[in-house]
């Protein structure tokens, strides 16, 4: 369980580490981009809801170390949720 938390980690932090994948979107159809960057922020708000769900599963050392990465990722991804056009 503990590798498929490291692997969401990391795919959250590849997806959305320098927003690549949201300018990429961008450039392509400003029209359509809200609506694609608000799906996929849900869904990766989702699986880390889920991975922090699994986090009181895993060994107390575990857990701090994890949880704040978890956490921290969260905030960012609400705090992009927000900013992005109703």
Same mark, same amino acid.
Do not use: D, K
């Given at each position: 369980m503990l590798c498929e938390v490291r692997h969401m980690?990391? *795919? /959250?932090?590849q997806v959305f580490g320098a927003g690549q994948r949201g300018e990429a979107i961008m450039d =392509?159809? =400003?029209e359509f981009a809200p609506v694609y960057m608000r799906h996929d922020l849900m869904i990766e708000i989702g699986r880390l809801e889920m991975a922090m769900d699994h986090l009181e599963e895993r060994e107390q050392t575990q857990q701090q170390? /994890? *949880?704040?990465r978890l956490e921290s990722r969260m905030t960012h991804l609400l705090s992009e949720l927000d900013h992005l056009p109703a």
């Open positions: 980690l990391a *795919r /959250l932090m =392509n159809s =400003n170390q /994890l *949880r704040p």
